[in-house]
Each structure stands twice: as C-alpha cells, then as structure tokens.
C-alpha cells in the first residue's frame, strides 16, 4: 500500500465520480432488468407452471391499498383545507377569494393529491417492501425459494407491483375527492359558498384531462414505490443492519424518485 | 500441497455418481473462493463437508444445488450440467433437490403447516386435503406432528431446524443438502438431528450433503468427509481415513478442539493482546 504513489486530490474525486457513476448506472439496469423480469412472469408465468397467485396480489392490495385509506384520507383533507385556507388568504389582496376554486381544484387534483399519496404510500409500503425482502435475503428464505424451484421475482416481487400499481392510483382518486371535499367545507365556513357550489364550480373547472394527468402519474409513483423498494430489499447484505440501512434508503429513494418525476410531469405537461 | 489430493476420489463401484464436479472455481469480485476443486458424490451416501470458517463450504454447497454459477469448471447434478440448463430445465431440477439452511429459513408470514406444504402447492396439483396428510406425515418423520399451525417464531431453534428439514424432504427429493445442521444447538437435540439424517439416508435412499463444523457430529453420520481448507480440498475420504491420515495439518484440524480447551487464562490472554497489536500495525 505504502509503496503505491499517494493519488492526488483530482485524481480521486474523478476516480469517485466514475465509481459513482458505474454504481448508479448498474442499480438503473437492475431496475429495468427487474421491470421486464416481473412483466415476463406475469404474461408467461402459467405457461411454465409458475403462474402469479391472486391470492398474493389479493393481500398486497389489502396491505399498499386498503390498509392505507385511513391516513390517506386524513392527510388528504389536511392538504385540502390548507389549499382552501391560503388560497383565501392570497386571493383576499385582490379581493378575489371567489376565485379560490380554480386554485385548489387545480392543485388537488394535478399536483398534491398524486404527490401526497404517493409520499404516504412510499413511507408505509416503499419500507416495508424492502424491509420484508431484506429480512428474507438474509435469513436466507430467498434462496430456499430458489431452491424450491419458486422464481422469488414471480412469487413475491410481481403481486406487489401490480398492487402497487392498482392501488396508488386508486387512493390518489380518493384522495383528490377527500381533499376537494375539506377544501369545500373550509370555503363554506370562510365565505359561506355552500358545498354544493363549490363543487358544480370544480367539476365544470376540471377536464378529464386534468384527472389523468393526476391519476397516470400516480400510477408510475406506485410502479416507482413498488420497484424502489424491492431492489432495495434484494441488495441487502450483511444482518439486521443491512436491512435497516436497505429501509431507509429505500424510503428516501422514492420520495425523491417522486419529487423529481412529478416536476418532470409538470412541465411536459405545461410545454 | 501435493497434487495427489486434487484429483477426484474414485466412487465407491457399482454406485452411480448423483454430482459430479470439475475443476470448481470461483470468486466474489475478484477474490477466488474455491481453486478448482474436484469431487463425485455418488448415490446413497452421505459426504459431510468440513473445514475453518471461510473456507468456503457454504459457497461450495450452494454451488453443488445450483443456486450460484462458476468462474470456471463444471458441475453435473443428476446428469444435468449446470451451465446447460434452461430456465425450465432448472426448475425441474430443483424439484429433485432438498435443502434445509442454516437458520431454517422458513417463511415467517406462513405457519409451519404453510411452509411445508409450499412446494407442493407450487409443484403439484394435489387437493389441500391430500397436501395437508402429506405435510402431516413428514412432520411426523421429524417429530413435530401437531405443530402445524404454529407460526414459525413459536418454535424453539431445534424445532426450526426439524421443520425445515420436513420442508426440505416433502418433494421426496434425491438430494438433501444441509448447511450446519448442529450450529447453535444443545448436543442432545444436535444428536437428534444427526439420527434424522441417517434414518433419512436409511429409510429413503437419499443422498445427503452435509456441512458442519462439529467432528462428533461428523464422524457419526458420515460415509465420505471432505475438508475444504482455503478454497483447496485437504481431503477426501472415509471417516478411518481421516482419523489414520498422516498428514499434519489435518491431525491439528481434528485435535484442534482439544488443543483450544488446553489453552491457559493468561496464554489467551497474551494472546489477545498480540492479535490486537498485530492489527493494528496493519491498519497503519
Ligand atoms: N455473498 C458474498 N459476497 C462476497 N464474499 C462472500 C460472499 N459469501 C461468502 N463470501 C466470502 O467467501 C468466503 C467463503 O465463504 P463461505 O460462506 O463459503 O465460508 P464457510 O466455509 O461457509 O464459512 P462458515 O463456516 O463461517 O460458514 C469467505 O471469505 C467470505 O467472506
Ligand atoms: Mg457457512
């Protein structure tokens, strides 16, 4: 060691960012390698024998979906509301809070209703996804699914993804009607339009195009949650650590994969 | 080392070989595990697998059911070379091959009953009925009939152990590997253990690869031993064989135990205290 010249600084900050840049290229390629992976035992997997089990994709729902409606909800109307209040706040200066409905209709149903349901469902289900696989990476169970001749791709990774997939959409439709919901109480109690009001103005402010644009890209964040998550979990080393390390990462890896896809979808939406 | 001990043992006649392996090579990254190695392990036997931590077992027994791939080298299992094999093909492979690891590795989300039945819920198209007798009986072959609706975290660490193995058999298979069946068992329970291992050699001709730590439990169930000694094979041979072996290095392996259990408070001690200073002169 002590004979090899020192590398200079230069050296070794190229030298890291090459590293880093071969490490990242290859988690992306495992990424792909596992979406084709996933649609191929989906389509094929009956044909030899290793069909996807409803039965698996049926709890995964239950456990990303269903389990979720409860602080999806919550926090949908939180948001909601909070749209409503600062709206009417802002729109006072121009004496303008009638128009209050455009803002938030808009911002629900395009932006935060995908994003804060997406947050959620990566916080409960990103971690748990790679947690409950780097658990069984290092317990070894994989292997034994392996050697059972049970495709672990098949039997734990596509049931998850196609709920995931379903269901984040699903409660990002739940949570814009929450949300527009507290955001029409709020601007009842404010300025006393009444609920049935403000929601005619919604729903004649709203194309469906707007509903699609919310709804599609929540189904990616759910595709991104869902993937993030497992390569996660399968690249787990080491013990109960790792898996801790693989959690966390796993969860701060897709809300930033969220962030940054939702800002890309704003603006090809608004080129 | 001598060339001698390299080249591949002659099966015992008359008994056909089940793997075959060749010039086994391997590595994690650029690190070379195991450097060419050569063993047949023929029908029926059980080949108990020894050698220091890190001397490659696991690797070499994961290699021996297909679950990784060589650098180089080839491996027959049952007549079918691994780098042959399809997708399919692997799949009923697999069918044929048994494993119980280490630490049991079963499905903690499932009951035992669950994590036996598995296999034939995927392999087969029996009726829950019929899978459920036959998960029953082999839990009955391991001693844990009735325990079927525990949840694997009810179990004690032996029982684990057991209901792996019946996880491991319930395809019937020709194989049956096992990684440290005893570590981390009491020896009663590790002795139970080494008994199922050779009634399931007895009762159903299987063949059996076993890696273990333990001598004790070694001498008792095997008919061949291997000793893996930094990615080389030391030895191959019967259990008379390795006791009478004249070579040095493998006598210090089988005494090794009895050597440690000698070593006085202040010699260990010393001994501490040197290692610490030897790394840390590395570190620097
Ligand atoms: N997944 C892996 N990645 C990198 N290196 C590994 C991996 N698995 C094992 N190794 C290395 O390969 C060598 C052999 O490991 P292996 O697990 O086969 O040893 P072993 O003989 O089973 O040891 P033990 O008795 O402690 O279980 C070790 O030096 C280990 O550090
Ligand atoms: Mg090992």
Same mark, same amino acid.
């Given at each position: 060691m002590s004979e090899r010249a020192k590398p200079n600084a230069v050296f070794r900050f190229f030298d890291r960012l090459g590293r880093l840049s071969v490490a990242g290229l290859e988690e992306l390629g495992r990424y792909g390698t596992l979406l084709v992976e996933s649609f191929y035992w989906l389509i094929f997997g009956h044909r030899i024998g290793q069909p996807v089990r409803i039965g698996a994709f049926f709890?995964?729902?239950?456990?990303?979906?269903?389990?979720?409606?409860? *602080?999806?909800?919550i926090m949908a109307a939180a948001i909601g509301a909070m749209l409503a209040i600062q709206g009417i706040y802002s729109l006072k200066i121009f004496g303008a809070e009638g128009h209050v409905v455009f803002g938030v209709a808009f911002s629900m149903v395009r932006e935060f209703a995908p994003l804060i349901t997406g947050i959620l469902v990566a916080g409960r289900s990103g971690s748990a996804l790679s947690a409950r696989i780097g658990t069984m990476k *290092? &317990?070894?169970?994989?292997?034994?699914?392996?050697?059972?001749?049970? &495709?672990?791709?098949?039997?734990?990774?596509?049931?998850?993804?196609?709920?995931?997939?379903?269901?984040?959409?699903?409660?990002?439709?739940?949570?814009?009607?929450?949300?527009l919901w507290a955001a029409g109480a709020y601007v009842n109690f404010a300025l006393g339009m009444s609920l049935a009001a403000f929601l005619d103005q919604t729903i004649s402010i709203l194309s469906v195009n707007d509903l699609l644009h919310g709804l599609g890209k929540s189904a990616i964040f759910g595709l991104l949650i869902a993937l993030i998550?497992?390569? &996660?979990?399968?690249?787990?080393?080491?013990?109960a650590e790792g898996v801790g390390k693989a959690t966390t990462r796993a969860v701060v890896q897709c809300i930033s994969a969220i962030v940054v896809t939702d800002m890309l979808f704003a603006l090809v939406a608004t080129l | 080392m001598s060339d001698s001990k390299q080249k591949p043992t002659p099966p015992a006649p008359q008994l056909p070989t089940v793997i075959e392996v060749r010039d086994l090579v391997t590595h994690y990254g650029t690190r070379q595990i195991l450097n060419g190695i050569n063993v047949d392990i023929v029908q029926g036997e059980i080949m108990v697998i020894m050698g220091g931590s890190g001397s490659g077992k696991s690797t070499f027994l994961r290699h021996l059911m297909?679950?990784?791939?060589? +650098?180089?080298? +080839?491996?027959?299992?049952?007549?079918?070379?691994?780098?042959?094999?399809?997708?399919k093909d692997l799949f009923g492979l697999r069918k044929k091959l048994g494993v119980a690891f280490q630490a049991g590795a079963l499905f903690s989300s499932m009951t035992v009953g669950e994590n036996i039945m598995l296999p034939l819920y995927e392999h087969t198209?029996?009726?829950r009925l019929t899978m459920q007798i036959m998960a029953r009986m082999k839990l009955e072959v391991v001693d844990l009939a009735g325990f079927e609706d525990l949840m694997p975290s009810e179990l004690s660490g032996g029982m684990v152990k057991r209901a792996a193995v019946a996880r491991a058999i319930i395809m019937d298979p020709r194989i049956l590997f096992f990684d440290e069946p005893?570590?981390?068992?009491?020896?009663?329970?590790?002795?139970?253990?080494?008994?199922?291992?050779?009634?399931?050699?007895?009762?159903?001709?299987? +063949?059996?690869?076993?890696v273990t730590h333990e001598l004790e439990s070694a001498f008792k169930i095997a008919d061949r031993i291997t000793v893996l000694d930094k990615g080389d094979i030391l030895f191959i041979g019967t259990v008379d064989e390795l006791k009478k072996h004249p070579s040095e290095r493998i006598q210090n392996l089988l005494n090794r135990r009895s050597e440690e259990a000698e070593i006085d408070a202040d010699e260990y001690l010393r001994r501490l205290m040197g290692e610490k200073l030897e790394t840390e002169g590395m570190s620097r």
């Open positions: 709890s995964e729902m239950m456990e990303i979906g269903v389990r979720a409606i409860g *602080i999806v909800g *290092i &317990n070894q169970e994989i292997d034994a699914l392996e050697v059972m001749g049970i &495709n672990p791709v098949r039997f734990l990774v596509v049931p998850s993804l196609l709920a995931a997939l379903i269901m984040v959409p699903a409660l990002t439709f739940m949570s814009m009607i929450v949300g998550g497992v390569v &996660n979990g399968f690249m787990v080393k080491g013990g | 297909a679950l990784q791939m060589p +650098t180089s080298g +080839t491996i027959k299992i049952l007549g079918n070379d691994v780098w042959d094999l399809s997708q198209k029996l009726d005893s570590a981390g068992l009491d020896p009663v329970v590790s002795s139970q253990l080494d008994d199922l291992i050779l009634r399931l050699r007895d009762a159903m001709g299987m +063949t059996i690869c076993v």
